[in-house]
């Protein structure tokens, strides 16, 4: 196995480990791993393992992002924001001092979320000043209010990042739609699980084109459990395009 990746990363390396791939993104911005919010980690306990894989993986920094979805997630700043404390804390107790750890939240294009721009209620953000904001949809029907949601997130100030957009069917056999999306200043975020067709085949091959094109801005991991962490190793590591895609600009590492 060791030779398989010194063939793959180069010998020569002293960082190139399987282990420590992923560490020149040095900072995951797209995550479930805070306690008791979502479908990710349910206890301190899961997000203290889920940290700690996602160190072996070479991450320094990790921006944590609960969903925050209409009637199911109905998650706040002050609940993420308290979350966090609470595992700061168990991972400072944990001897696990060397990540930094963040929150933002992964917004849900709904009714819901058109109300919170409405009202002017601050959203949890990412990148200090720039102020990216992750939102997802549908995996299915593209909403009505895309693009006008896109303008409303813009005039408040905020940079849009369109979480995991080869996950969305809406999209497929529509490439120049993702292309507009992007040309209207819309930040795309690919999962890194993607690259291992861990959702689907056409999330795989949607994956692929955006890294052909260059479009991807962000790579997140999207991890919720220690499944997802080891598929991130086992088989997103040995990908020849998570080598091409780590050559790209992506603004991992200037969060």
Not at 122 to 128: D, H, N, V
Not at 157 to 163: E, K, M, S
Request: proline share 5%.
């Amino acid at each position: 196995m060791a030779s398989f990746f010194q063939r793959l990363f180069g010998s020569s390396s002293t960082s190139a480990t399987p282990e420590s791939a992923l560490a020149e993104l040095e900072v995951d911005m797209h995550s479930h791993l805070l306690p008791g919010l979502d479908d990710g980690a349910e206890t301190l306990e899961q997000s203290i393992e889920l940290l700690k894989a996602m160190r072996t993986l070479g991450y320094r920094k990790l921006i944590m992002t609960p969903h925050i979805m209409g009637d199911f997630y109905k998650n706040t700043p002050a609940g993420v924001r308290a979350a966090l404390a609470r595992l700061q804390e168990a991972a400072t107790a944990a001897g696990i001092t060397d990540v930094e750890l963040e929150c933002a939240a992964e917004y849900y294009l709904d009714e819901w979320f058109q109300q919170k721009l409405d009202s002017g209620e601050p959203l949890l953000s990412f990148g200090g000043d720039k102020k990216y904001v992750l939102f997802e949809t549908s995996y299915i029907n593209e909403p009505f209010n895309f693009e006008e949601t896109v303008f409303n997130l813009k005039s408040a100030g905020y940079q849009p990042v369109l979480a995991h957009p080869e996950r969305y069917t809406y999209f497929y056999g529509r490439f120049p739609a993702l292309e507009k999306v992007r040309e209207n200043g819309v930040l795309l975020q690919v999962n890194l699980n993607s690259l291992a067709g861990y959702y689907s085949a056409g999330a795989k091959r949607v994956a692929e084109k955006l890294i052909d094109a260059g479009m991807v801005d962000m790579l997140g991991t999207d991890a919720h459990n220690l499944k997802h962490t080891d598929t991130l190793l086992q088989k997103v590591v040995p990908t020849p395009y998570l080598k091409k895609v780590l050559t790209q600009p992506l603004l991992n590492n200037s969060l």
